[in-house]
Each structure stands twice: as C-alpha cells, then as structure tokens.
C-alpha cells in the first residue's frame, strides 16, 4: 500500500481550503487537498450570481470564481484528491496517518476545511453561501445565532468530538486557528470564526497557513 507525506492534509477544498494549501504550496511546503466532489470552489461552483461584494471581483459569478480557484491550483500544482474522503485517522508520533481510498498519507498538519451543515433530522448538506443572490453570490448567511447551522466534521474526528466543538456545534480554534487537538486546525464555516463569507473564509486559510509555517 502507497503512503505519501505531506506538511498539511487540507480536508475540504471550498475557498478556505483552497486559499490555505496555495499558500503553503507559496511557502515552499508540502499540502495535500483532499476533496469529496470532483471540483474545487465548494458550493461557489453552484453559483450562477454575479459578486457585487468583493473589491476586484465585480460580476464575477460564483461559479466563475470557483473555475479560477481550480484552474490557479492546478497551475501552481497544489495537489488535490478530488473525489475522495478520510476514512481513518491516527495520531502518530510527528503527526497523523490517514486513510484516503487506497492511499495512505503521513501529515504534519491536518486543516479541516469542511464548511458547515444543517441541524435537522434529515442532515441536508448544504453550505450557508446558497441562500440568495447576496448571499449565494459571495456572503453567507448569519450563523451566529440559532440559525440551525453546525460544522460538518467528519466521522472520522468524532473521538476528538468533544474536544473539537463548542456548545453551538462548530470547531474550537484559537487566534491562529488551531484547534484544542494540536496541529489540527479548522478554517472558514466549519469554525465560524468571523460573519461567514468566502473572504473571511479565505483569511482564515492564510492565518492557519502562516501558523503552520511557523511551525515547520
């Protein structure tokens, strides 16, 4: 069985997770994407609305933005597994093993860049950047009070569950996104750090790269 080793294993490649692996791919380390749809850009992919919120950016539809997010990747070549999920995670003595399809991975790091879900009985996935033509374009909805959102953590973590989310069901990080697990951290809806949108979203990514970066 093939293992590769990675500085970070990115989990989710949305803008957060994208704009976190570019820039650790910048830096001169090693990151991984790993994602569960065939296509980078998270749910911007399914946005026919055009930015009117993101200086530089007028007109620019969601899905527009979610091909250039792919195709500036692709052409830095950040690698991305596309079409693939964790299926187990141990903590090793310099980081982590996973489990993805047939593959294993040795990481540093782990992001989680996973977005958020709904909380109701039928568990629908879908991001909080498809409500409206504002929202849906660039922003998101207001997830800081009983919205009915939480993050989307992944099976795999649930051993760490009650160490990872707080009381409203999104992940714990500190002031460089590190979550209470070390050298786990969790980026954009999944932490609901600041008004969720797709520019917080990416400043997450940078804050958690530079923190990876210092680390290394």
């Known amino acids: 069985m093939t293992t590769k080793s990675y500085t970070a294993a990115i989990i989710g490649g949305g803008p957060a997770g994208s704009q976190c692996a570019l820039w650790l791919k910048m830096?001169?380390?090693h990151p991984v994407i790993i994602e569960s749809t065939d296509h980078l850009g998270g749910l911007q992919s399914l946005s026919p609305y055009q930015n009117q919120w993101i200086a530089g950016l007028m007109n620019v539809s969601g899905r527009e933005l979610a091909e250039r997010i792919q195709q500036h990747l692709?052409?830095?070549?950040v690698p991305v597994i596309f079409d693939s999920?964790?299926?187990s995670c141990k903590e090793v003595g310099d980081g982590f093993m996973l489990m993805?399809?047939?593959t294993h991975l040795?990481?540093?790091f782990i992001v989680m860049?996973?977005?958020s879900i709904q909380r109701h009985d039928d568990q629908k996935t879908k991001s909080a950047t498809d409500q409206s033509e504002h929202d849906s374009a660039f922003s998101a909805l207001d997830m800081s009070s009983d919205a009915g959102?939480?993050?989307n953590l992944p099976i795999v973590f649930n051993e760490?569950?009650?160490r990872l989310l707080n009381q409203d069901g999104f992940i714990i990080t500190d002031e460089e996104c590190e979550t209470p697990v070390k050298s786990i951290f969790a980026i954009g809806e999944a932490a609901n750090r600041m008004q969720p949108c797709v520019v917080t979203s990416m400043a997450d990514g940078v804050v958690a790269a530079k923190a990876i970066q210092r680390r290394c």
């Open 100 to 102: 993805v399809g047939n």
């Open 149 to 151: 959102w939480q993050a």
């Open 74 to 77: 692709l052409s830095k070549d």
């Open 27 to 29: 830096m001169g380390l």
């Open 113 to 115: 860049a996973t977005g």
């Open 160 to 162: 760490w569950k009650a």
């Open 85 to 87: 999920e964790v299926t």
């Open 106 to 108: 040795h990481t540093r």
